[in-house]
């Protein structure tokens, strides 16, 4: 991200002026995708709708039914259709997160004990604090203040992603035990909350909640399974965890007419439709009720809640645009967040929770739409690599060749705009920036072969278009219409949901990777190496690991422990802005330069395996490369599936594979 001038409405200004000239490109390729455009669409859709109302029933838990899906549904719809239609960076997906949730239900449990306030005109000061907070917002779209965003470092970001793991793990946890519970306000004359049915309907929560949760993990690595076509693994990989969560419900119903009414508990939320359940949005007519004073009180929690929509909805940005996915349109993080303050001022008004950028469905959303070109791009460079290669070209020459022909492909891509930039036609040349040096060590020694080596030179490229963002923000307000079906889901099928998110978002988040390295003993740390394993393995001294790690684990204490205070939980953002003096003027004493800068690196580096025990050449026949009568099947691999590979699941952010560091002394 660049650093504007803090000069006002400079940076917005510019945004503007980069991405006007897209627009129209953005709407004729979606529509150009056709039918192409539905699966995207319809993965990012579930992504999407899921967790929103997972998000809605906690909501509904903590406000006491003040909030529930519908709420965080219609949030989701407006601002997402609003930020497809009006946003600089139509891969951003917009959406009610758990820290919106974590900070609404601070603002209840205070409201909810001041006579003055009350559940009553709860949603009024929630209102309140959302003006201050677009307010806020606003001013720092307005004055540029997006290049503050790059002093958030790794350590920033794997620290939150870690502790909104560990609260949904402990709202899992929470949600099984309240399943032996009587809820509160309740008849505990009712069958259903006596003893044996009470306790049956706890075990029975378990059974659906860990069956969802197990099946759901196994269904995420369907791409890694021996069995089925591509096809297959794929389907089963982008729509397992809905078509689990069906399942599960169904299984829910086994037992419909042999138990009371209400076992298993289900989802609680009213229908649109019913009385009352418009309330919501006529909040406005109480804001003046607010005393004075609780106005001026809500800029507290608004401070809170614009410093971490600053932070999620810029780090979500950054994430799905990564300059790996090649994007060819500019960004728009100041224009951007102004329209993020423009969506929460409406939210405010209409007394829902507000939305913002979300990780990991914004990268997740630009993946879905990227394609490696296996079909044109790989025949192409296929072919003149072998013409060079019978023209006795070196391996320097090929790549010259094969970096020509596709220079010349991607300039027919830029046919839409009238003046390429300087910045765009020097993406062409990116292409040239992987070091020949690395390929020729990833070759092993082995000659340059265009069937085996060509894969790790095809670019990756993003259908950018604004279609599948408002199509599926329309098929999340369409959610509403169907809430009397959402409903039958059992709330033990979302607790289990919820510890399937945090259980997601560990592999590829270093600081999870360096905790498990404790548990390692000495003896057997070779093992890692023999696996795909992040580079600072190889690079950083154990103790130092060691000791960044107790850094972080101690740090994610505080601000766990912070979350757990009644009334000032509300702060528990503070320790992540107070990063960014202790990573820029503390970390740097405690620990070497070289060191520091692998450990809280800006991208995920990721080593290839290297054997601890090279395998006897009496077992490995010389010309052994492929199963006898096989050479000519060709391999049933789609491009979803090799950019599993190359993402991480947490962030959804591209891999870079470094040279191992005993290569490195070999590469001239």
């Not at 040096?437 to 095809?458: C, I, Q, S, W, Y």
């Not at 026949?621 to 691999?637: F, K, L, Q």
Request: proline share 6%; net charge neutral.
């Amino acid at each position: 991200m660049e650093n504007p001038s803090a000069v006002p409405f400079r940076g917005i200004l510019r945004d503007v002026r980069g991405r006007l000239p897209c627009y129209k490109q953005d709407w004729v390729q979606g529509l150009n995708a056709g039918i192409r455009i539905l699966a995207p669409t319809t993965y990012i859709f579930f992504a999407s709708a899921l967790p929103v109302i997972a998000f809605g029933e906690q909501l509904n838990r903590a406000t006491d039914g003040t909030l529930t899906a519908i709420q965080t549904l219609v949030s989701t719809a407006i601002c997402g259709i609003l930020h497809a239609i009006f946003g600089g960076q139509p891969l951003l997906i917009i959406g009610v997160a758990e820290p919106t949730v974590l900070m609404y239900t601070y603002m209840y449990n205070f409201a909810k004990g001041r006579d003055d306030l009350g559940h009553k005109l709860f949603l009024a000061w929630a209102g309140w604090a959302c003006m201050w907070t677009a307010l806020l917002l606003c001013l720092l779209a307005i004055f540029g203040a997006g290049s503050i965003i790059n002093r958030f470092t790794r350590v920033a970001g794997e620290l939150f992603g870690i502790l909104i793991a560990v609260l949904f793990t402990k709202e899992a946890i929470k949600g099984l035990v309240d399943e032996f519970r009587i809820p509160e306000n309740e008849n505990p004359d009712v069958d259903q909350f006596k003893f044996p049915w009470r306790f049956a309907n706890g075990l029975f929560g378990i059974v659906l909640s860990f069956g969802l949760l197990l099946t759901a993990l196994k269904s995420r690595l369907a791409r890694t399974w021996r069995y089925g076509t591509s096809w297959l693994r794929s389907f089963c990989a982008d729509y397992g965890v809905p078509l689990m969560i069906v399942v599960w419900t169904a299984i829910s119903y086994s037992a419909y007419d042999s138990v009371p009414a209400g076992i298993p508990r289900r989802l609680s939320s009213p229908n649109p439709w019913a009385t009352g359940a418009s309330s919501n949005w006529a909040v406005i007519k109480d804001m003046h009720k607010v005393p004075p004073l609780y106005i001026l009180a809500a800029l507290i929690p608004a401070i809170m809640i614009s410093g971490l929509y600053f932070f999620d909805h810029s780090v979500a940005a950054q994430m799905a645009q990564q300059k790996e996915f090649n994007l060819r349109n500019p960004s728009a993080y100041h224009y951007d967040l102004l329209l993020l303050g423009i969506m929460v001022f409406i939210c405010g008004l209409l007394g829902i929770p507000p939305s913002n950028g979300v990780l990991p469905q914004s990268p997740m959303h630009t993946k879905s739409l990227a394609t490696l070109k296996r079909q044109i791009v790989r025949k192409e460079l296929v072919e003149n690599a072998k013409k060079s290669m019978q023209k006795q070209a070196s391996v320097s020459e090929i790549y010259d060749n094969i970096q020509q022909v596709f220079t010349n492909m991607e300039m027919n891509n830029f046919h839409h705009l009238p003046n390429p930039s300087l910045k765009q036609l020097n993406e062409l040349e990116q292409f040239k920036s992987i070091d020949l040096r690395g390929l020729d060590t990833n070759m092993n020694g082995n000659a340059f072969d265009p069937e085996k080596h060509v894969d790790g030179l095809l670019p990756v490229r993003v259908k950018e278009q604004r279609l599948s963002n408002l199509v599926q923000s329309l098929l999340v307000g369409l959610c509403v219409a169907v809430m009397p079906v959402i409903k039958k889901v059992p709330t033990s099928v979302l607790w289990g949901y919820f510890a399937y998110m945090a259980i997601e978002s560990l592999p590829g988040n270093q600081f999870w990777e360096r905790f498990l390295f404790f548990f390692i003993t000495p003896s057997r740390r070779f093992k890692v190496l023999e696996d795909v394993h992040a580079s600072f393995v190889e690079t950083v001294p154990f103790k130092t690991i060691a000791k960044f790690t107790l850094f972080q684990l101690l740090y994610l204490l505080v601000c766990f422990g912070i979350t757990w205070i009644p009334i000032a939980g509300i702060l528990f953002p503070a320790p992540f802005f107070l990063l960014i003096p202790i990573r820029q003027h503390i970390l740097p004493k405690l620990f070497e330069p070289e060191h520091l800068s692998e450990l809280d690196a800006a991208e995920y580096e990721e080593s290839e395996a290297l054997p601890h025990h090279p395998r006897s050449s009496i077992l490995v026949e010389p010309e052994a490369n492929v199963i006898d009568g096989m050479e000519e099947i060709e391999e049933d691999v789609d491009d979803a599936e090799i950019l599993d590979e190359i993402t991480t699941r947490s962030r959804g952010e591209l891999k870079h594979r470094p040279v191992h560091v005993e290569d490195r002394n070999q590469v001239v």
